[in-house]
């Protein structure tokens, strides 16, 4: 399965983006990561097989940030409101090949598809 990023762009704090994954096939639990400049990968959200479960990293994005999923487009997706400068970053998606329920999965190490990521520059 190869999964493409796509819906970054240079946005002004306050403004909101939609990131799009596109997976050309069937995949159960996915989620989005971002990395900034000089720092690790971290987790942004996740969500279950179905839409249903979803997971947010914390108070960093909760309530601003909402990820979905179109399985009929085989699509994921990350709806991002507010942004702020401290969202600067490439966002990648990422995919699991087996199914599980829930979607408390948080490290990269539990995907085994990743896109190639798409930039996300918010200026102030």
């Known amino acids: 399965v190869q999964l493409q990023a796509s819906g970054g762009g240079l946005v002004q704090a306050g403004d909101s983006l939609r990131l799009s994954c596109a997976a050309s096939?069937?995949?159960?639990?996915m989620g989005w990561f971002r990395q900034a400049p000089g720092k690790e990968r971290e987790f942004v959200a996740a969500?279950?097989?179905?839409?249903?479960?979803?997971?947010y990293a914390g108070d960093s994005v909760k309530g601003r940030f909402t990820i979905s999923r179109d399985n009929a487009k085989n699509t994921l997706y990350l709806q991002m409101n507010s942004l702020k400068p401290e969202d600067t970053a490439v966002y990648s998606c990422?995919?699991?090949?087996?199914?599980?329920?829930?979607?408390?999965?948080?490290?990269?190490?539990?995907?085994?598809?990743w896109g190639q990521g798409t930039l996300v520059t918010v200026s102030s």
């Open positions: 990422a995919a699991r090949k087996t199914f599980s329920t829930g979607s408390y999965y948080i490290t990269p190490d539990l995907y085994d598809y």
């Open positions: 096939g069937r995949t159960y639990v």
């Open positions: 969500i279950g097989w179905n839409g249903v479960s979803t997971f």
